[in-house]
């Protein structure tokens, strides 16, 4: 496939549609003509890419005609809506919401960890979310070479997550804190939800709405998907995720137990440090581990502090932080689409 | 044990010392006599105490004479320099540093968890970690009725718990970033390690210096701690523990395996609604969970987000906040003197 594509961008200027834009260019995507699309309201505005200004038009189901991959990261509603338009009209989506990522017809795609199912897809493929993304980057060459039994993750995640105007919140409260003035949180934990809380100096324990059974969705979806991307339904899984006063930026303290019991920190420092999309860094004596500042902009999953649990052999502890914007979003659709052609799956 | 009381604060112009004074004032502690003692670089500064302005003094090995009780908060060399003249003295110290934690001669005491303890003291109680002494204010109740095997807690950690100057920092740190201008770390992590890192929009993975074997002594703490104080030398017992760019209140997320394979998340609440220091907040439906920024200035401990683990009937996850000033260190330091009179300890 040497020909260049048609692609589209829909949410082309929200947090992620910009880093997907970003992206598209850094890693000079074979690219004819880019479609930006977003709703009528942001539609008119101008985004520049490889220094040519691209005005962005509304999406409707007629936005798809000719378009090879649509790169879809707008809301769940607008996924639901327009990617079975686009995919009649012949286009790959890479959906970057919730909307089809349970969907048995769908792949949902981790490069480093299950590229090969991309061949299955029907039209649709799933981006995870972004912190089952980063913690399977770090995990997949774990469980390939040693086994995995059990995850028990908490998170420690930032508000980028939840979209510009949550960044904009987290700002804009810990001004007011500093300054003594009042505030009046309505965008987090999760803007179409009851109540809102401070998240400026707090840590808010719940990510996306509740379920019945306790867990927030944003808990479920680590759980859920982590087994099916890893096709592993018995694999026990377990997630506490917490919302933090960062910007951009995920991390998780992350608890697994493998099948064999012989293996050492060098060892999985050693397959780290060679693993695909991982940076290691994990040197405590020079105080050495990763952190969400450091790793804002960078496409790699950061992986330290990797320790032996000292009551289970078989028990190992990690920290892993990536750009949720990127690895956990942007980066990994743009990756899927990488693949696709790789695969020779664009006709 | 009618009498009051001759009491000293050690470390009186810290930021535990300014909390412990404050507590002893609001519990209406039985004080004959309030000694405040700092180093010679803050001795002659005023505080008030029940309206009353007191002078601090420096203190030396001769400031403990007829002191009954003597609370230190002002570092560890400080305890082990001094602590043993006040016991010369006749004092009984309630020590806040990490000086005599694992001295198998001093009890280490949360009063709700290991009260009796305090009948072997040999003239030194030491306070717990602030980390440890919350978990366990949760989990001894759980302990007590159903049995414990495992503990893996992740934490989420406030500045304040590395002194004044670390709250500081935070909200230097902050402002600069927010008015685009430069800093300097230098407090966070640890003051007297080698490299400081960034904590306003941050999480810092390093809570005190690292071990050999990768954890660091914060960690450490809080595994070696939790076995002394509930007896269970075999407890499963791990922990990463992570600085955030909060200035008051840790919260922590603690993954549990119990003995009893048929308890309920219903159980738990119900345990744990009567449980003394506890105050459950556990209503995901309504939002209510606990947060750092709700639980500053009250001395219980907070848990909610209380769940059964999906694949393991015998493991639950819980939530669990406190101000780590208060419950952390000075509330249960002056907790630990009151259960000393009712018990009649104090000669």
């Known amino acids: 496939m040497a020909r260049n594509l048609q692609v589209a961008v829909v949410g082309a200027t929200g947090a992620v549609g910009q880093q997907m834009i970003k992206t598209l260019e850094e890693r000079n995507f074979p690219i004819e003509t880019l479609t930006l699309l977003s709703s ?89 979310n972004c912190s089952t993304i980063q913690m399977l980057v770090a995990l997949e060459p774990i469980r390939e070479k040693y086994g995995l039994n059990k995850v028990i993750v908490s998170t420690y995640q930032a508000v980028s997550g939840a979209g510009a105007a949550a960044v904009d919140e987290l700002h804009e409260q810990t001004k007011a804190i500093l300054e003594g003035k009042e505030f ?92 695909p999309g991982v940076t290691l860094q994990d040197d405590p004596a020079n105080q050495v581990y990763p952190m969400p500042a450091d790793c804002v902009g960078k496409n790699d999953v950061f992986v330290g502090r990797i320790r032996q649990d000292l009551d289970e052999a078989r028990g190992f502890h990690l920290w892993v932080v990536s750009d949720n914007l990127l690895k956990g979003a942007a980066w990994n659709s743009v990756q899927i689409a990488e693949s696709l052609i790789k695969l020779n799956l664009v006709k």
Do not use: W
């Open 184 to 275: 009046t949180p309505s965008v987090l934990p999760v803007k179409s939800d009851k109540k809102h809380y401070q998240i400026a100096f707090n840590a808010v324990p719940q990510i996306d709405k509740f379920q019945d059974n306790g867990f927030t969705f944003e808990e479920m979806k680590m759980i859920n998907e982590t087994k099916k991307i890893m096709h592993m339904k018995d694999l026990s899984v377990a997630a506490t995720c917490v919302r933090l006063p960062v910007a951009t930026g995920h991390a998780e303290s992350v608890y697994i137990e493998i099948d064999n019991s012989d293996v050492t920190v060098s060892d999985l420092k050693a397959l780290l440090q060679d693993a």
């Open 40 to 128: 009528a309201r942001s539609a008119g505005k101008k985004v520049t890419f490889k220094g040519e200004e691209l005005t962005v038009q509304e999406a409707t189901p007629d936005s798809f005609k000719g378009i090879d991959i649509a790169l879809f990261s707008a809301g769940g509603s607008v996924s639901q809506e327009l990617a079975p338009h686009a995919v009649k009209h012949g286009a790959i989506v890479v959906d970057n919401t919730s909307a089809f990522r349970m969907d048995e017809n769908v792949p949902l795609v981790v490069p480093e960890v299950n590229e090969e199912d991309l061949k299955e897809h029907n039209g649709i493929i799933a981006n995870p």
